[in-house]
């Protein structure tokens, strides 16, 4: 079965603007968790999603936000970008919230200029 | 959160048994030891976990000592697709939040 979609795979934004990601989950999965990779800071929880709410949330600040549909689609939001949120997002879906077994996409590689 | 302590880094031999250990000695009763992989420019990968129980599946084997305060991840015949940082993941209560550490960089040389 198809694995964890992302897209986009690349994007470069600008300081300021403000960047869409989209998770399209495992079918059946419907929990989608956002991780931010950095080489300085690692693998970072930013937030979980399940049954269209949000159920956990990392430490980061409201310019981070996401939202799941109906479908356990999911989509991250950052606003007004700093050169710090050059990242790879990375999106990370589950059957449900009990198993701790996340499949990882291949990630959203975003370049903050 | 509980914290975990993995090597910065280990090399195995191609063929050979990859052991690579964990400390957590902070852990509690009902928490669970997980392990991922992340093998280079790809999202990390869901490999084993357990709570008391010596545990096996078709890609490795978690061994957890009695005291539950540390375990081993075992790869029984390491390839060199299995170059990768390990991760060895304490999970803290309901959900997925998951907090990774640095990891473990294992390298397979032939």
């Known amino acids: 079965k198809a694995g964890v979609t992302q897209t986009p795979r690349y994007l470069i934004k600008t300081r300021g603007q403000q960047v869409t990601l989209s998770c399209s989950p495992i079918?059946?999965?419907?929990?989608v968790s956002w991780y931010q990779q950095t080489p300085g800071q690692g693998l970072q929880f930013l937030f979980e999603?399940?049954?269209?709410?949000?159920?956990n949330k990392g430490n980061f600040p409201g310019r981070f936000s996401g939202r799941q549909f109906s479908n356990s689609r999911s989509e991250m939001n950052v606003s007004t970008l700093e050169l710090g949120d050059s990242a790879l997002y990375l999106c990370?879906?589950?059957?449900?919230?009990?198993?701790?077994?996340?499949?990882f996409g291949e990630g959203s590689r975003l370049t903050v200029l | 959160d509980a914290k975990t302590t993995q090597p910065t880094s280990m090399d195995c031999a191609e063929g050979r048994a990859a052991n690579l250990p964990c400390n957590h000695s902070?852990?509690?009763?009902?928490?669970?030891v997980y392990w991922y992989r992340q093998i280079h420019s790809q999202g990390p990968q869901y490999i084993i976990h357990?709570?008391?129980n010596n545990e096996t599946n078709e890609m490795a084997s978690l061994i957890i000592t009695e005291d539950r305060k540390s375990s081993t991840l075992i790869l029984p015949h390491a390839t060199l697709r299995d170059t990768a940082v390990y991760y060895c993941?304490?999970?803290?209560?309901?959900?997925?939040?998951?907090?990774f550490g640095s990891g473990t960089i294992l390298r397979v040389k032939s």
């Open positions: 990370a879906s589950s059957r449900d919230r009990g198993t701790g077994e996340l499949f």
């Open positions: 079918s059946g999965h419907r929990s």
């Open positions: 999603y399940f049954s269209e709410t949000q159920r």
């Open positions: 902070t852990i509690s009763g009902n928490e669970y």
């Open positions: 357990g709570l008391k």
């Open positions: 993941i304490v999970r803290v209560g309901y959900g997925n939040k998951l907090v």
